[in-house]
């Protein structure tokens, strides 16, 4: 991990669940997330990790791949079936199996560990702006997305049996709600703003995760395969070489 920089910058009132268990590494994120203003509580392993989570309710996980006793993927899974809480996966190779597995559980993001100090407290915030993320009503009828309910109120799209509510953050299929995390949310919504455009995985990188593009898009692509399950494959269409589109 490295050196924090010396001006943290301002503070912060959430609460952040940490599951390491080497204990160096433990402290010193611990450290350095309350010197940027996190409320910050940790466990050494994952059952002690679980126990934390259902007693504590924190704002966002920080979880290691290999834990004892619960591995970080079975902590995410777990916690997965109690909370849509932002997840962010630690792995100390960024083995592919590692990365596919963490997000495939549920995992919202992921860092290979040594992390820069800056790097993780961007990827956190980013976490969290995603979680609390209200869109501007305007841009919910942007591009003709969807029909409007109610005379032509833009904060309700249709395509087909899914509604999307953008005022209440609600979505529907056929008149039952679906569960989605803050990342399918908001990636959901990138998409049906632009009904069949077309939206490159490092668009969608920026824009969903506010990452800059290094290369990598298996966080993009699993969150697709995520979003399809609870949407309906048809409706998110792949452009190979390009990207992905909501099919209008």
């Given at each position: 991990m490295a050196s924090p920089p010396a001006t943290p910058g301002s503070a912060t009132e959430a609460h952040l669940l940490l599951v390491e268990d080497d204990e160096v590494i433990r402290n010193t994120v611990r450290m350095l997330l309350e010197r940027y203003g996190f409320t910050v509580s940790a466990a050494a392993d994952g059952m002690s990790g679980l126990e934390m989570f259902r007693e504590r309710r924190p704002d966002l996980l920080l979880l290691d791949v290999m834990l004892p006793e619960l591995?970080?993927?079975?902590?995410?899974?777990?916690?997965?079936?109690?909370?849509l809480a932002p997840i962010l996966m630690m792995s100390a190779r960024g083995d592919a199996l590692d990365v596919v597995s963490g997000l495939e559980a549920g995992a919202d993001d992921y860092v290979v560990k040594p992390v820069e100090s800056a790097v993780l407290v961007a990827r956190i915030r980013s976490l969290l702006r995603r979680a609390s993320f209200t869109p501007a009503h305007?841009?919910?009828?942007?591009?003709?997305?969807?029909s409007g309910a109610g005379g032509g109120d833009t904060t309700m799209m249709t395509f087909g049996d899914l509604t999307i509510d953008t005022r209440g953050m609600e979505v529907h299929r056929a008149g039952q709600p679906l569960a989605l995390t803050p990342t399918e949310l908001r990636m959901l919504l990138e998409f049906a703003a632009s009904p069949?455009?077309?939206?490159?995985?490092?668009?969608?990188?920026?824009?969903?995760?506010d990452h800059a593009w290094h290369g990598d898009t298996r966080v993009v692509d699993l969150h697709?395969?995520?979003?399809?399950a609870k949407i309906g494959a048809e409706r998110?269409?792949?452009?190979?070489?390009f990207g992905y589109k909501l099919r209008r």
């Open positions: 591995d970080g993927i079975g902590l995410c899974r777990r916690i997965r079936e109690l909370s305007s841009r919910a009828g942007a591009n003709g997305a969807g069949g455009v077309v939206l490159e995985r490092r668009t969608l990188l920026s824009r969903v995760w697709v395969q995520r979003l399809r998110i269409e792949t452009v190979r070489g």
